[in-house]
């Protein structure tokens, strides 16, 4: 099950005196997949597709990398307890440009989730911290289902010119 909001109308900024053409912030997209292997490549895809389409000005690479993390993540430690289990991934991109990614999955908790962000390894959750994302997790009101989101601060354009 896929939803996104309606398409973002871009509107013309003259409040700075640029008539770049920008779209309509926030805008949020939602796709639902089995606790499968194939839906890390069903997620790499859909997201690639959807940072494209909300047109996000950040490193749409990086952002894709961090997409598959998680779902791999989630995939691996929370799959074999729930083989029958959706995973939610939703994109968010606030006003600000700053990009939400949340995945959501079939079990409340998440076992030592300080040391798996801080690891010394090159893989998972470190290495989203590598990419410029900040991991947070938590369980929801159901009792039965956790998000982990990784928040991706966009540089404002004065800062990539320093």
Not at 27 to 52: I, P, Y
Not at 64 to 90: C, F, K, S, W
Not at 98 to 123: E, G
Not at 131 to 155: A, C, N, S, Y
Request: net charge negative; no cysteine.
């Amino acid at each position: 099950m896929e939803s996104a909001a309606a398409p973002a109308p871009v509107s013309d900024d003259d409040s700075t005196g640029s008539s770049l053409l920008r779209p309509e912030r926030p805008q949020k997209w939602r796709r639902h997949f089995s606790v499968q292997s194939e839906a890390v490549r069903l997620a790499r895809l859909h997201a690639r597709t959807r940072f494209a389409m909300m047109a996000w000005p950040g490193d749409q690479e990086r952002a894709t990398q961090v997409v598959v993390y998680l779902m791999r993540n989630a995939i691996e430690h929370v799959g074999p307890q729930h083989p029958e289990g959706q995973l939610v991934l939703d994109l968010i991109v606030a006003e600000d440009e700053t990009l939400l990614i949340a995945v959501t999955d079939p079990s409340p908790a998440f076992p030592d989730f300080l040391t798996a962000i801080t690891a010394q390894k090159n893989t998972g959750l470190p290495r989203i911290r590598e990419l410029g994302g900040e991991t947070t997790w938590r369980p929801l009101d159901d009792g039965d289902t956790k998000t982990v989101q990784v928040l991706i601060r966009h540089p404002s354009p004065a800062a990539d010119s320093h």
